[in-house]
């Protein structure tokens, strides 16, 4: 029998996010405006984004090239508020 998976926590997910930033070098880009940061809109803003840069993403694999992740990097931030 497969062990369950833990999930991990927010602040085990925001430990990971801050480790990837450090490694490759990554720098958020400029914060969006202060209402485009509030709970509601922000979900939105990522559904949006995610969508585009998923099939962009799809795009890039097709022709043979990995994604480098700073795409997913920057959406979790905008999930979190934080750009």
Not at 23 to 45: H, N, Q
Not at 57 to 75: A, E, F, H, K
Request: positive net charge; aromatic residues 16%.
């Amino acid at each position: 029998m497969a062990e369950k998976e833990k999930k991990l926590t927010t602040r085990e997910m925001d430990a990971l996010w801050r480790k990837n930033q450090q490694e490759e070098g990554w720098r958020l880009p400029k914060k969006a405006e202060w209402y485009l940061r509030l709970p509601i809109v922000r979900y939105f803003r990522w559904y949006r984004l995610n969508l585009a840069v998923a099939r962009h993403n799809r795009g890039w694999m097709r022709v043979g090239l990995i994604p480098t992740g700073y795409d997913s990097w920057v959406l979790y931030a905008i999930y979190r508020g934080w750009c």
